[in-house]
C-alpha cells in the first residue's frame, strides 16, 4: 500500500541519515540559543544585517527538521508552530538581555527563512523522490530485459 502525497515525508531521508539530522538539528538548537541570548555574541557568527541571521538560522532548522523527522504535508504545521514558538520565545528572552533587545520584525526574518528552509527541504525532497522512481524503473526494465 502506498501513501498519499499527503501522509509521504516532504523529505524521503534513510534511517540513518535522519538519525544524524536530529544530531545536527540539535547542535543547531544550541549554537542559535547561544547565538541569539549570549549579551555579546561573536562578530564573526553574523551577517551584518539582523533579519538574514534570523532567516538563515530558521531556514537551517526547518530544512533539517524535514530531514531529521518524516513530516508529510498534513504534519506540516507541527515544525512550522513549533519553530515560530522557538522564535518568539528568544525575542521574549532578548528583552531581559543587557545589550539585546526583542523585536518584533526578528519574527518576520524568522517566517521568512523557516518558508525558505521548508522550500528548499521539500524541493531536495521532490528530486530524490524522482531519482528512485529513475532507479526503480531502471532495474524494472534491466529485469525484464533480462529474461
Do not use: C
Request: zero cysteines.
Amino acid at each position: 500500500m502506498s501513501l498519499s502525497i499527503h501522509e509521504s515525508p516532504l523529505l524521503p531521508v534513510a534511517r540513518p541519515w535522519r538519525l544524524a539530522a536530529r544530531g545536527l538539528f540539535a547542535a543547531l538548537l544550541g549554537v542559535i540559543s547561544f547565538l541569539a541570548l549570549y549579551p555579546d555574541p561573536p562578530r564573526m557568527a553574523d551577517t551584518g544585517w539582523d533579519k538574514a541571521n534570523h532567516a538563515l538560522a530558521f531556514a537551517a532548522l526547518a530544512a533539517v527538521w524535514l530531514a531529521a523527522w518524516a513530516v508529510s504535508r498534513r504534519r506540516l504545521w507541527q515544525p512550522v508552530a513549533a519553530l515560530m514558538g522557538y522564535g518568539l520565545l528568544i525575542e521574549l528572552l532578548q528583552a531581559g538581555i543587557p545589550g539585546r533587545s526583542a523585536d518584533g520584525a526578528d519574527l518576520v526574518g524568522d517566517a521568512t527563512g523557516l518558508a525558505l528552509g521548508l522550500a528548499f527541504a521539500a524541493g531536495v525532497g521532490g528530486w530524490l523522490r524522482r531519482r528512485q522512481a529513475r532507479r526503480v524503473r531502471a532495474a524494472v526494465l534491466s529485469a525484464a530485459a533480462s529474461r
